[in-house]
């Protein structure tokens, strides 16, 4: 009789720990607060967003890289592309679970003339159909829950810490700090002067712990006040 060789995989090389915190954020809807970026948004103001990479990186580790995607359809118009994607993912059973959804990338243009190619000019349609692709896919995998609570419009925990995982070195410095108040201040609309009010304080170089002043700010907000009070 033959004996069958196991083959070495890399299903292997998945740590239960990162699997176990790959499940846990899914779980949780909440995706950890160093992996969130900015941009700029159509019409003014910031959009929260995190990269292709974290969002891949999380459905393999929960499925053990049992999953595809596939673009079902392309349409190239004047000033963007859009790509409508499919992400299919498996269990261990071999069943497969699939969302579809749009992606979308404005179409990069020269600013000015140069060797080989005039002002207006597309850059590379190739790789904004790729930005596309990917954008389409990172929509497919929030329906599977990834990064759910950025792209649903959940509120940020902006000081949120991954305290509970002893394997955590995440620290949030006094300059990543100040932005993140800030960015919470910006969203909530709300006036300096209002700020300054309810943290009983004159100016910003008054506030000496950032997330202590988010904690207050919030729970102010939360109770129903406001600067008045």
Same mark, same amino acid.
């Given at each position: 009789m033959t004996e069958v060789k196991k083959e070495l995989t890399v299903f292997g090389f998945i740590s239960d720990s990162e699997r176990k915190k790959a499940i846990d954020n899914l779980i949780k809807g909440k995706t950890p607060i160093n992996e969130v970026k900015q941009r700029p948004m159509r019409g003014g103001g910031e959009a929260n967003y995190v990269n292709t990479y974290y969002m891949t990186h999380q459905i393999s580790l929960i499925t053990g890289f049992r999953w595809t995607s596939e673009c079902l359809e392309e349409r190239i118009l004047d000033k963007e592309i859009g790509a409508k994607m499919k992400v299919t993912v498996f269990d261990k059973d071999g069943n497969a679970f699939s969302q579809t959804s749009w992606g979308q990338k404005d179409i990069a243009r020269w600013a000015s003339d140069g060797k080989d190619h005039k002002a207006g000019e597309p850059i590379s349609i190739f790789d904004d159909i790729k930005a596309a692709y990917s954008d389409g896919i990172k929509k497919c995998l929030s329906y599977f829950g990834i990064a759910n609570d950025i792209y649903g419009g959940k509120e940020l925990e902006y000081?949120?810490?991954?305290?509970?995982?002893?394997?955590?070195?995440?620290?949030? #410095? #006094? #300059?990543?700090?100040?932005?993140?108040?800030?960015?919470?201040?910006? #969203?909530?609309?709300?006036?300096?002067?209002?700020?300054f009010t309810m943290l009983e304080v004159k100016s910003m170089s008054d506030i000496t712990d950032y997330k202590e002043a988010y904690n207050k700010v919030k729970q102010i907000l939360e109770k129903g006040g406001d600067a008045t009070q």
């Amino acid at each position: 009789m033959t004996e069958v060789k196991k083959e070495l995989t890399v299903f292997g090389f998945i740590s239960d720990s990162e699997r176990k915190k790959a499940i846990d954020n899914l779980i949780k809807g909440k995706t950890p607060i160093n992996e969130v970026k900015q941009r700029p948004m159509r019409g003014g103001g910031e959009a929260n967003y995190v990269n292709t990479y974290y969002m891949t990186h999380q459905i393999s580790l929960i499925t053990g890289f049992r999953w595809t995607s596939e673009c079902l359809e392309e349409r190239i118009l004047d000033k963007e592309i859009g790509a409508k994607m499919k992400v299919t993912v498996f269990d261990k059973d071999g069943n497969a679970f699939s969302q579809t959804s749009w992606g979308q990338k404005d179409i990069a243009r020269w600013a000015s003339d140069g060797k080989d190619h005039k002002a207006g000019e597309p850059i590379s349609i190739f790789d904004d159909i790729k930005a596309a692709y990917s954008d389409g896919i990172k929509k497919c995998l929030s329906y599977f829950g990834i990064a759910n609570d950025i792209y649903g419009g959940k509120e940020l925990e902006y000081f949120a810490t991954d305290e509970a995982d002893e394997s955590s070195t995440v620290v949030m #410095d #006094d #300059d990543k700090a100040k932005r993140a108040f800030n960015k919470y201040i910006t #969203d909530k609309g709300l006036k300096w002067s209002e700020v300054f009010t309810m943290l009983e304080v004159k100016s910003m170089s008054d506030i000496t712990d950032y997330k202590e002043a988010y904690n207050k700010v919030k729970q102010i907000l939360e109770k129903g006040g406001d600067a008045t009070q």
